[in-house]
């Protein structure tokens, strides 16, 4: 049997998921879903998204001062100039 799933405006399609599985689980050969209208992407999802740009920005920066320290510790000794107890001095 083929069931036919209207939903009117759909924001997620949770609901339509959702109403399908149960109908497959309980012997509906194939789902066809529709959607008459569906709403914008509501501010939650795009806060979000907004958050995990913002998460994996930080964790680009956290990686590029990772680096950045590292390579200090192991050239430090090799750049042009070092710290001494009066302040900075170049090495001629």
């Known amino acids: 049997m083929t069931v036919i799933l209207l939903d009117d405006v759909t924001t997620t399609g949770n609901s339509l998921i959702a109403c399908r ?7 509906a050969d194939d789902v066809i879903m529709f959607a ?9 999802q795009k806060f979000l998204v ?8 930080l964790r680009l920066i956290i990686w590029i001062t990772e680096k950045v320290i ?16 009066s302040g900075m001095s170049v090495v001629s």
């Open 21 to 27: 599985d149960i109908l497959l689980k309980n012997g």
């Open 36 to 44: 008459l209208g569906e709403t914008k992407e509501p501010f939650i």
């Open 50 to 57: 907004f958050i995990e740009l913002v998460a994996s920005f």
């Open 70 to 85: 590292v390579w200090l510790i192991y050239n430090f000794r090799k750049l042009p100039f070092y710290f001494g107890s």
